[in-house]
Structures are given as C-alpha cells and as structure tokens.
C-alpha cells in the first residue's frame, strides 16, 4: 500500500521527514517554507487519492499566499504533535 492511500501513514510520512530535517539542523523558518514548497506542489500536480487530501486540496486553492503559508504551518504542527503523543 502506497503511504498516499492512507492518510495516518501519510501524517508518519511527514512526522519523520520533519525529524530528520530538525536532526540535521535546519530552522523551523526553512521547514516552514519547504512544506509551504511541497503544498503548492501537491496542489499543482498531484490528485487527492482520498477525502482528507481532496479536502486540504480545495482548502489550499482556496486560500491566499498568506492562508497556505498558514495550512502548511498547521501541517507541520500537526505531525510535531502527533510525534509527541
């Protein structure tokens, strides 16, 4: 099963990128801006495999550049939390 057809394996996904990228020393500015990166990424060239990734899709087109700056805040405060339960 691909982590793309699971939402919670996608969620581990980005929890552990976000710990290694933390490991090696990059700042939470620079994390902040590669998930603001991939967001308008996934939102230009990948289609939503399930209703959680359709729902952040329509959320980010939706949005601003201020508003998706703070969608891929929350993401990467969302697997942070996450890897500290």
Do not use: C, P
């Amino acid at each position: 099963m691909s982590v793309r057809n699971n939402f919670e394996s996608w969620k581990d996904f980005l929890g552990d990128r976000l710990q290694e990228a933390q490991g090696n020393g990059m700042s939470n500015k620079a994390i902040s801006e590669f998930a603001f990166d991939i967001g308008n990424y996934l939102s230009t060239e990948v289609q939503a495999q399930n209703e959680q990734e359709q729902i952040l899709h329509d959320l980010w087109n939706a949005a601003d550049e201020k508003e998706q700056h703070a969608i891929a805040n929350i993401m990467v405060k969302l697997v942070q939390e996450q890897g500290n339960k």
